[in-house]
């Protein structure tokens, strides 16, 4: 037993870091491979190492990681099974923290109104649970939406403010992506010299900490930029719809 809760911690360790790395098809390895292990762990056991659910919470992460991936059918399959958790379930940290990666799998396609969706299930538990991190992470969530949907203004303001309050609980490991939807809102709003700044901050002034899933929207972004800021969504972003 000893042996088999500790490769499911291990797994999901192992998971998140090749998420984290940008290995999105080693983390869904990985990570299915926790699924399939969880009915076989002491979870009681597990929940003294970590506070939420592991299943719940891996099955977004995959979700993230199809987004990545622009595997859209796979995407949406993930989404489904964490849904069918967070409905059967009174674990409000397990609820909000899964409910904010399926929003950024969203975002992530491109999809303002399903990663919009999210957000307004997401916010009220972050909000009953008091929580800054949840709460910066749903805002630059919401920022980005505004800016998409042609107030861009308004969301440079919410990212920003978003990215403070997730910064005041001292997490800064997922700054990296926030600040490349804020790239993103500034060169709808035509504010081209600062997204500039933004991504070659990005690109060359990385910690060792941050993250590096994010490299492709950052190449992605620069690219656009170098069309003097005519952004264009990859064909599999544009025009998704709600597709929850």
Not at 39 to 65: G, H, P, S
Not at 198 to 223: I, T
Request: with cysteine.
């Amino acid at each position: 037993e000893d042996d088999i809760d500790a490769r499911f911690l291990a797994l999901r360790c192992i998971g998140f870091c090749s998420f984290l790395n940008g290995d999105f098809d080693k983390a869904i390895s990985e990570l299915t491979e926790v699924v399939c292990l969880n009915e076989k762990v002491n979870l009681d056991r597990i929940r003294k190492f970590y506070q939420a659910d592991t299943k719940t919470i891996v099955q977004a992460m995959i979700c993230w990681a199809h987004a990545w991936k622009r595997d859209i059918d796979s995407l949406k399959a993930a989404a489904g099974l964490v849904a069918s958790h967070v409905d059967g379930s009174d674990d409000r940290w397990t609820n909000v923290y899964a409910l904010t990666i399926v929003a950024s799998a969203y975002q992530t396609i491109g999809d303002a109104d399903t990663c919009c969706g999210y957000i307004e299930l997401a916010r009220p538990i972050a909000q009953e649970i008091d929580s800054d991190y949840w709460m910066g992470w749903l805002r630059v969530l919401s920022g980005w939406v505004n800016a998409v949907r042609d107030y861009p203004a308004m969301g440079i303001r919410e990212i920003e403010e978003g990215i403070e309050i997730y910064r005041s609980t001292g997490s800064s490991q997922t700054l990296p992506y926030a600040k490349t939807l804020l790239a993103e809102a500034l060169m709808i709003d035509k504010r081209l010299e600062e997204a500039h700044v933004l991504l070659d901050e990005l690109a060359l002034h990385r910690e060792p900490a941050e993250v590096r899933y994010v490299d492709v929207s950052v190449e992605r972004l620069a690219e656009a930029l170098k069309g003097q800021g005519q952004l264009k969504l990859p064909e599999n972003q544009a025009g998704m719809g709600s597709g929850q």
